[in-house]
């Protein structure tokens, strides 16, 4: 397998739209992509399209990435529209990075693109609704719980899941909110991010309850926007001359999983992509400079530190009250403001944790800099099958000195 | 890149079925392949799934592999989902492919599983119609000439096409309708096809006018259906057992690329993937020992006679009525009796293509079975971007001896 780098990264800001379109957005991460990278369009030779709901919401299915990226002058080459809920744009961002590693292509684009705000709300959380089985509705409905429906059901499963979690950890809601605490003020710092306003351990324990123990501030928002990455070999560095200008951004793993549904207990899909990811990059989790991991719901973010090898269970609070975890910690976690607070346009995700990285390794984050890292993790989970993760992936990334 | 192989195919029978879902027709193609490659589920290392309308018509997104895998036994491994309209499972084809040409995986799944037979048929139409822009669907209408809506917009797209390669080449509706009684007399030996009756010129040009010069029995027929391939590595044989047992099939080529739309004139994306094709296997049409075409109306068999080389426009009849594209011809086209009869579940029609040569260059394809054939190739195109497809694959088999 090649090496693979990450040649150029760019998104749009995240937040509600209703005047922007799926296109409108895809085309914009990708331009800024392009001049990031430094990368005309006749020198890609294939692109990666990640979205989830774009055929509910807009009633485009089927040949999204072209539509968009057509007009750009992108056509001719191989274009793949790959949908994975949650983890779209990462599992496109994994079939970049898998041509380029296997020498097919020297030169792709991955693109995550999603619109959720509409006039109408309940049709998006009945689209989001759609990455479960759904003629298990029922069932899994019963499985986590569930009691209304003006909500996605991924809250009623997040939910169930935190209860567990608090009843074998201890942790508590107060530990959730310190979480929120956090990501607003990371995301204070991040012009893409769509809540940027300080707030308190009150305030996010006072907001409206969505499912018990989750308030409406600890969930990441509905929102729009678009992300992408110009994936390279070194062949590729070189055409797009991105080799002599800059510290080089290096995937040093990329897993892309479906969790195992069909056994009961705790999901073991992060666990076990992370360590997947780890054994691929001879790493662990002490050599993390920092991570972006998919707190969908502020409880998922003390999950990934114990997921991530960081702390037991019980311990993960004291990381995050002892700063560890904090930008200027040993290991920062979710920098950005992570999905609680940069947002969560669920197809864009993966690729917005890629971008993040990469500006964080090049030393180009700016008031949320983290203090010169050279490895960084995304872990980004898709879909729910009952017991586990339809999709699970993880990307390590390295500032690269060879 | 690695020597790739299809270590066993398998599909459902097509036809429209409307008790049956899209679980169940993918579950039965799998279960079919795994048992022709002997490849128990434990052994997988990925699978790539192609669908394109299951989200409007059965309500499931984004995970749609991962629901109809999982039950099987498959999962914990990286699952894709993959839409490129009419080509999506050769899309899903081409990633598997590239997966084990990679060296990433030894034996991985491509799946492409369709359902598109409802009460509603008007509801179908208007699925399909979801593979151009839907934003510009009026300006394509008027591009092409459309003037009912009792039709998937592809058959006006179809016919448009078909009316100026008649004005080119001066082939008429008999040679149209030809082509069909071709494909009615090879699929009367092919149990999976949706229509097997024998057919004449008359009864063809007879049928009702879909639009001109289109006759309903030029068209293929809607349909459900799955079909699916092993894609195996020299180590994924051996570690199924293949090796000893059969002749080796081998993926010569692999390409997928999307149509050049912003530019006028007649849609080059067909011969592009031939051409590029050919050259990563080193053969031309003169080594084609059989051919299966996207015919998803009849005319588009001459047009592929064209693209693959085998004969300029005004002589593609002449192929046809001298038996050289019949199945104890020179170059058989379409043995399995085409999208026209086998059917064209649209997101499984690629693979099905797939299933067809390795039966083919196995020896394996009974009544409809071609003296012993060496190398085949498919063509399977997908969506329209006004001017060309959006999708466009091909991919060349060999039996091999080594």
């Known amino acids: 397998m090649k090496d693979v780098f990450v040649a150029g990264v760019g998104m749009t800001h995240f937040g509600k739209f209703l005047s922007r379109s799926l296109k409108d957005l895809g085309r914009q991460a990708v331009t800024e992509t392009l001049r990031d990278a430094g990368v ?14 774009g055929g509910l919401i807009t009633g485009q299915e089927m040949i999204r990435g072209q539509v968009i990226l057509s007009p750009l002058g992108i056509s001719g080459i191989p274009i793949f529209n790959v949908e994975n809920a949650c983890a779209s744009a990462s599992s496109a961002f994994h079939l970049a990075w898998s041509a380029v590693a296997s020498g097919q292509h020297d030169l792709v684009l991955a693109l995550g693109v999603e619109k959720l705000a509409t006039q109408d709300r309940q049709a998006t959380f009945e689209a989001i609704g759609t990455a479960i089985d759904v003629e298990a509705r029922a069932e899994i409905e019963d499985l986590h719980g569930r009691t209304g429906q003006n909500r996605s059901i991924f809250m009623d499963i997040y939910a169930d899941l935190t209860r567990a979690f608090m009843a074998r950890s201890g942790v508590s809601r107060e530990d959730f909110a310190g979480v929120v605490v956090k990501a607003r003020q990371n995301a204070a710092g991040n012009e893409h991010a769509q809540y940027r306003q300080p707030t308190t351990i009150d305030e996010v324990l006072d907001s409206r309850e969505v499912v018990w123990p989750l308030t409406l501030h600890m969930c990441a928002p509905i929102g ?4 992408a990455a110009i994936v390279a070999s070194r062949d590729g560095l070189d055409r797009a001359g ?12 990329s897993v892309v999983r479906s969790g195992t549904s ?8 992060a666990r076990a992509a992370i360590r997947d990811a780890y054994e691929a990059a001879g790493l662990g989790p002490m050599d993390l400079n920092l991570a972006e991991i ?12 114990e997921h991530l090898g960081l702390a037991a269970a019980e311990d993960t609070p004291a990381l995050l009250w002892e700063g560890v975890t904090g930008i200027d910690g040993e290991h920062p976690v979710n920098p950005s403001g ?3 607070c940069r947002g969560h346009p669920i197809g ?13 390794l090049r030393g180009r984050a700016g008031r949320r800099q983290v203090d010169h890292p050279r490895i960084g993790l995304t872990q980004n989970g898709g879909g729910w099958m009952g017991h586990d993760s339809a999709a699970m992936s993880v990307h ?6 060879g």
């Open 262 to 269: 069909t056994t009961g207990g705790e999901p073991g899909s």
């Open 40 to 53: 005309d369009v006749a020198a890609l030779d294939a692109a990666y399209v990640g979205n989830a709901v």
């Open 294 to 305: 998919h707190d969908a719901t502020a409880p998922a973010e003390l999950m990934a530190y």
């Open 338 to 340: 992570g999905l609680l």
């Open 242 to 253: 991105v080799l002599a200008t800059r510290p080089r951004v290096q995937v040093r793993a």
């Open 224 to 227: 729009d926007g678009a992300a």
């Open 396 to 401: 390590i990334l390295e500032r690269s000195s």
């Open 348 to 360: 864009a995700t993966g690729l917005a944790q890629i971008c993040e990285l990469s500006w964080q």
